[in-house]
């Protein structure tokens, strides 16, 4: 069974950035799409940017050019990093690995942008 571990979190000034990882604990074949979702307090989990197998990305337009998601395959690692960061994307941040039939989430780790 595959279990993702993330890190990278913390506190950080507005405009400033950061750097998220996602490591997987087993080797990740096939087909498959990695994910960065964040949940503010009080809001629902929100998909952030998704990178496909291939290497083909989707952001939400509330982090288009600012955040860049990037992979690693020979490491089974996930990344997102964050420039110009705003109050508004704090949160906690999950990575998650889906493939046919089959999802894996992480624990999360807190992101907080003090203004």
């Known amino acids: 069974q595959v279990q993702l571990v993330e890190s990278g979190g913390g506190l950080v000034q507005a405009g400033g950035s950061l750097r998220l990882s996602c490591a997987a604990s087993?080797?990740?074949?096939?087909?498959?799409?990695m994910s960065w979702y964040r949940q503010a307090p009080g809001k629902q989990r929100e998909l952030v940017a998704a990178i496909t197998s291939s290497g083909s990305t989707n952001y939400a337009d509330s982090v288009k050019g600012r955040f860049t998601i990037s992979r690693d395959n020979a490491k089974n690692t996930l990344y997102l990093q964050m420039n110009s960061l705003k109050s508004e994307d704090t949160a906690v941040y999950y990575c998650?690995?889906?493939?046919?039939?089959?999802?894996?989430w992480g624990q999360g780790t807190l992101v907080t942008v003090s203004s």
């Open positions: 998650k690995l889906a493939v046919v039939g089959f999802e894996v």
């Open positions: 087993g080797s990740i074949s096939g087909i498959n799409v």
